[in-house]
């Protein structure tokens, strides 16, 4: 009946280190994730910017295009449309900032799971020690004690 125990005891042992394992992998997509998002944020970024220095440049070879015929006029738009455009990047840029801040705290809130998973295992690993222990000397004094029955030393 005492095998018994043990067996569903080790059962259930087996059944936490499958879920804590089970927690692990969930953090860890969970952190893939949070890489993806970032690398996603960092590549928008770039094409704002690459945007940013193309558009400008189309700007500069408007004004030397036009030269002289109502230059005043198309600098007043292209003015117009650089304090848009500055708008923008500073709209989006407070945008990435905060998406970058969300990250941030995600980040730190999946450390502190990892570290509470780390720690939880931990703890059932030094549980589940104990059990082996126990378990290892229990079936030491058996195999002793059929060992004497064999040999006639008890009856």
Known sequence: MADIDKILEAEKTITTISEELSKMKSAAKMLDSTKQKADAVIQTSETVIKNIGEFVEQGSAL???IGEYDIQSEIEKINKQL???????SDKTRNMGKNIDGLNDG????????K???KQNEETTKKNQLYLYFAIGANILIAGAVALKIYGFIN
Not at 83 to 89: A, C, F, G, R
Not at 107 to 114: A, C, G, H, P, Q
């Open 83 to 89: 304090t848009s455009v500055k708008k923008d990047l």
């Open 63 to 65: 004004v030397q295009v």
């Open 107 to 114: 980040l730190k809130r999946l450390e502190v799971k990892i």
């Open 116 to 118: 509470d998973l780390f």
